[in-house]
């Protein structure tokens, strides 16, 4: 199994997971995401009053640099902890 395939399929087992994550570890794993999938940011940062999108675009701005590849690998590793952690619905 490829590299982006085995991303695919844990982004769509993490979307099941029996018990809901902390804000930290969801914050990270959109992070990875979307550095996976989009790349370095390309967004301006929300609002003073935006305190969720500002969170998540910190997460994000705070992998800029990391490869396509490194993210996908960042991400099924802390996907897999998730899952392992907190198990499947």
Do not use: C, H
Request: hydrophobic fraction near 35%.
């Amino acid at each position: 199994m490829s590299l982006e395939e085995n991303f695919k399929e844990i982004a769509e087992k993490v979307k099941k997971l029996a018990k809901q994550p902390t804000d930290d570890e969801l914050k990270e794993l959109y992070g990875l995401y979307k550095q996976s999938t989009v790349g370095d940011i390309n967004t301006e940062r929300p609002g003073m009053l935006d305190f969720k999108g500002k969170a998540k675009w910190d997460s994000w701005e705070s992998k800029k640099g990391m490869t396509k590849e490194a993210a996908m690998e960042a991400y099924i590793t802390k996907a897999q902890q998730l899952i392992d952690t907190y198990g499947l619905a």
